[in-house]
């Protein structure tokens, strides 16, 4: 256990030191998210935030966890992937592309979902789940803070679970963190989807990881209730956008972050509803997986509080709401 919290602190500490070098050769390099007319920011912001988060994890990894050097490997290859397409731009198809092929590389190494007796059909789900949730976070990073307080919080709360999945989950949850100081609002920096990618792909690696200590529903459970804020958000967009008749591909400003800005909530009691969310699912799945005992029916309740929480967000329509246009569309050239 001292370990695991050392590896957590460490990767905080590298995290958070290397997050302001790097701002410098962000601002240096010209690698920075430019203020448009579906941004939140009036000033660049610099990029490069994904690369400390990264190295905070790697290092680590590396110190504490190196028989996990394999996946390792695999998260290097997500954030040289998100780093490229930061600092230049990689159409949709090409990223999607190569993240389905880590995700297969990852099958290959062991991580997936056996909740079938189909090995063939185990390892399919389990790359649709990867590439989905490594995406999932790539849209949660639509807030100053969010996709960093969502995965440090998810990734606690997979390691307070399923302790065997700590020695993978801490480090990335500490460089989460670290860099998170420089990331809540008003943010210094930008994780950019070199972060973003990475940590959903390190955050699905560790659910995979987790559940396949279980079977049948338990497995399930494990799996899907401690990442309730990423598929909160993730489902709530895809719905209102169908209803909409909008592409589910493209960003936007309709995530639940942007739906509490308009409700009034202030960026720090959205990072607090985020918090809470995160653990309230975790809950959810501490209980449930104390079935049959009675306390399990605790986790109804919460559950219907998600539910009663995200039908009434679908009906916030943010759509209608100022004068920018609400859906971001991705040139093929490059960013604007």
């Known amino acids: 256990m001292t370990l695991l919290a050392l590896s957590f602190l460490v990767a905080v500490g590298i995290a958070l030191a290397l997050s302001w070098p790097l701002r410098l050769v962000a601002v240096r390099l010209g690698i920075m998210d430019r203020p448009g007319?579906?941004?939140?920011?009036?000033?660049?912001?610099?990029?490069l935030g994904g690369v400390a988060i990264f190295a905070g994890a790697a290092i680590s990894l590396a110190v504490f966890q190196p028989a996990q050097w394999e996946v390792?490997?695999?998260?290097?290859?997500?954030?040289?992937?998100?780093?490229?397409?930061?600092a230049r731009y990689l159409p949709v198809w090409v990223k999607l592309a190569a993240e389905v092929a880590i995700a297969a590389s990852a099958v290959a190494m062991g991580f997936s979902w056996n909740v079938t007796d189909s090995p063939e059909l185990n390892g399919g789900l389990a790359i649709v789940w990867i590439v989905g949730l490594t995406n999932s976070f790539?849209?949660?990073?639509n807030m100053d803070g969010l996709a960093s307080t969502a995965a440090a919080c998810s990734l606690v709360a997979l390691a307070l679970i399923v302790p065997t999945a700590a020695g993978l989950a801490l480090?990335?949850?500490g460089a989460a963190l670290g860099f998170w100081f420089v990331n809540r609002p008003p943010a210094r920096m930008f994780m950019g989807d070199t972060g973003s990618l990475m940590l959903g792909f390190g955050v699905a690696l560790c659910s995979i990881a987790a559940?396949?200590?279980?079977?049948?529903?338990?497995?399930?459970?494990?799996?899907?209730?401690?990442?309730?804020?990423?598929?909160?958000?993730?489902?709530?967009?895809v719905a209102s956008r169908l209803a909409t008749g909008r592409p589910?591909?493209?960003?936007?400003?309709?995530?639940?972050?942007?739906?509490?800005?308009?409700?009034?909530?202030s960026p720090y009691q959205i990072l607090a509803a985020a918090v809470a969310g995160s653990f309230t699912g975790?809950?959810?799945?501490?209980?449930?997986?104390?079935?049959?005992?009675?306390?399990?029916?605790l986790a109804l309740p919460l559950g219907v509080i998600f539910a009663a929480a995200w039908a009434g967000l679908l009906r916030v329509d943010p759509y209608?709401?100022?004068?920018?246009?609400?859906?971001?569309?991705v040139r093929e050239q490059g960013r604007s």
């Open 37 to 47: 007319p579906r941004k939140g920011h009036a000033e660049p912001i610099p990029y």
């Open 72 to 86: 390792l490997a695999l998260l290097s290859l997500v954030a040289v992937i998100g780093l490229i397409d930061d």
């Open 138 to 141: 790539n849209l949660l990073d």
């Open 171 to 173: 480090p990335l949850a």
């Open 211 to 237: 559940a396949d200590t279980d079977r049948g529903l338990h497995s399930l459970v494990i799996l899907a209730f401690p990442l309730a804020l990423a598929i909160f958000d993730t489902s709530l967009v």
């Open 248 to 265: 589910i591909q493209l960003g936007g400003q309709d995530h639940f972050s942007h739906r509490l800005r308009l409700l009034g909530w």
């Open 282 to 297: 975790a809950a959810c799945a501490s209980l449930a997986l104390s079935f049959p005992n009675p306390q399990a029916w």
């Open 320 to 329: 209608v709401v100022g004068v920018h246009p609400q859906v971001e569309v």
